[in-house]
């Protein structure tokens, strides 16, 4: 039986996750910062709101396909195991199937955050954020990758992947509620 990989030692622990999100901020930056400054020069985003919608809903369809992938592998493991074909609710699921699970229950808590900052990023106006929200796309795949991969070998295994998806994620908040005070401020002018 395979047992979580509890640290014996916690604060050495946090700091290598602390060590491997500083390394995601350090890979997420630059990643973001080329697709606002390099990506608008290289091609013609939406203008017009329905396009950027449109733009964003795509976006949100490939932000999706990585719960569709957490949902396929957890089919696949089931199918071959009597106790886990039963399902969930009549027993708890074998050791094979637990990290699966833990990697589609977060994969779909980032989804959903997510496709909600990505649809709202898409109604600021200009380029640069439906160039951000591309960069999100990419970090996504990293991060569900390296999340995944990472899992079995504890806090700090995972944290690069859990930083990686949801630092652009904080970004597009940060960026919409940003442009909503802004208008705001305008507006009251």
Same mark, same amino acid.
């Given at each position: ?10 604060? *050495? ?7 491997? *999100?500083?390394?995601? &901020? ?5 990643? !973001? ?9 290289? &091609? ?14 795509? $976006?949100? !369809? ?38 699966? !699970? ?5 994969? =779909?808590? +980032? ?10 990023? $898409? ?7 439906? $160039? ?20 079995? +070998? ?17 970004? *597009? ?11 705001? =401020?305008? *507006?009251?002018?």
């Amino acid at each position: 039986m395979n047992r979580a990989p509890i640290p014996k030692d916690l604060p *050495a622990e946090m700091a290598r996750v602390r060590r491997q *999100a500083a390394l995601s &901020f350090l890979f997420c930056a630059p990643v !973001l910062g080329a697709a606002v400054w390099w990506l608008p020069q290289q &091609f013609e985003f939406p203008a017009e709101m329905g396009e950027r919608l449109a733009f964003a809903a795509r $976006a949100c !369809l490939l932000i999706m396909l990585w719960v569709l992938i957490g949902v396929g592998i957890i089919a696949r493991l089931r199918r071959k195991s009597a106790q886990d074909n039963a399902g969930s609710a009549y027993g708890p699921p074998t050791e094979r199937l637990r990290v699966p !699970l833990a990697f589609l229950q977060n994969t =779909l808590e +980032h989804a959903t955050l997510s496709a909600f900052a990505i649809l709202a990023l $898409a109604t600021v106006e200009g380029e640069a954020p439906l $160039a951000f929200i591309v960069g999100m796309v990419v970090l996504f795949a990293i991060g569900r990758i390296t999340f995944l991969r990472g899992y079995p +070998h504890g806090s700090a295994g995972r944290a690069f992947g859990v930083v990686t998806t949801a630092l652009p994620i904080m970004g *597009a908040f940060a960026w919409v509620i940003y442009d909503m005070v802004d208008r705001l =401020l305008r *507006a009251a002018i």
